[in-house]
T-cell receptor, first 111, second 114 residues
Framework: GENVEQHPSTLSVQEGDSAVIKCTYS??????FPWYKQELGKRPQLIID?????GEKKDQRIAVTLNKTAKHFSLHITETQPEDSAVYFC??????????FGTGTKLQVIP | GAGVSQSPSNKVTEKGKDVELRCDPI?????LYWYRQSLGQGLEFLIY????????KSGLPSDRFSAERTGGSVSTLTIQRTQQEDSAVYLC????????????FGPGTRLTVT
């Protein structure tokens, strides 16, 4: 199957705190795990992705971890800032599969 | 270079009318996706084109919805006999290949059915 579960659906954190969003998938053939950020009224944009040959990837304040055995992957945002407020979507795909998106997490960073 | 473009940006139509939404992907991108996003909701997959392969139409909600992609480039999403529940933002995205590449989204078409 191609389903992906994403949690939590909403998340509020104080500015400067960390935020973690988790996704679980079921298809063992999946090998590509991107994360998209959608600011209010704008289009989704890729912020980070990871492939199954690595377990963690960092880009400044954001990081993604992947556990292929458990079939879950997570987005970590450290030192959150108000501009991090947005909806975040996880996704996965593999081989010739289409990309399947999670249901989204609305992150609110409180100044 | 130019990104993904969509037209029109906004469309207001009366219930029962047909509408056509257009997507111009990034040149050279072989994969093209259509999604629907209702207010405050997630990305609902509609249809996926990849090269010359038969499209994956598994997300189309009813037979009122159809899409085509001519010459491996421009795509048109057609909604026949529109209903109020069709009101949403329709997003198109393209990528260089099959699923394991970044998707570049267009700005979307906001459809309002009155």
């Amino acid at each position: 199957g191609e389903n992906v579960e994403q949690h939590p659906s909403t998340l509020s954190v104080q500015e400067g705190d960390s935020a973690v969003i988790k996704c679980t998938y079921s298809d063992s053939a999946s090998n590509y795990f991107p994360w998209y950020k959608q600011e209010l009224g704008k289009r989704p944009q890729l912020i980070i992705d990871i492939r199954s040959n690595v377990g963690e990837k960092k880009d400044q304040r954001i990081a993604v971890t992947l556990n292929k055995t458990a079939k879950h992957f997570s987005l970590h945002i450290t030192e959150t800032q108000p501009e991090d407020s947005a909806v975040y979507f996880c996704a996965h795909s593999g081989g010739y599969q289409k990309v399947t998106f999670g249901t989204g997490t609305k992150l609110q960073v409180i100044p | 270079g130019a990104g993904v473009s969509q037209s029109p940006s906004n469309k207001v139509t009366e219930k029962g009318k047909d509408v056509e939404l257009r997507c111009d992907p990034i040149s050279g991108h072989t994969a093209l996706y259509w999604y629907r996003q209702s207010l405050g909701q997630g990305l609902e997959f509609l249809i996926y084109f990849q090269g010359n392969s038969a499209p994956d139409k598994s997300g189309l909600p009813s037979d009122r919805f159809s899409a085509e992609r001519t010459g491996g480039s421009v795509s048109t999403l057609t909604i026949q006999r529109t209903q109020q529940e069709d009101s949403a933002v329709y997003l198109c995205a393209s990528s260089v290949g099959q699923g394991t590449y970044e998707q570049y989204f267009g700005p979307g078409t906001r459809l309002t059915v009155t």
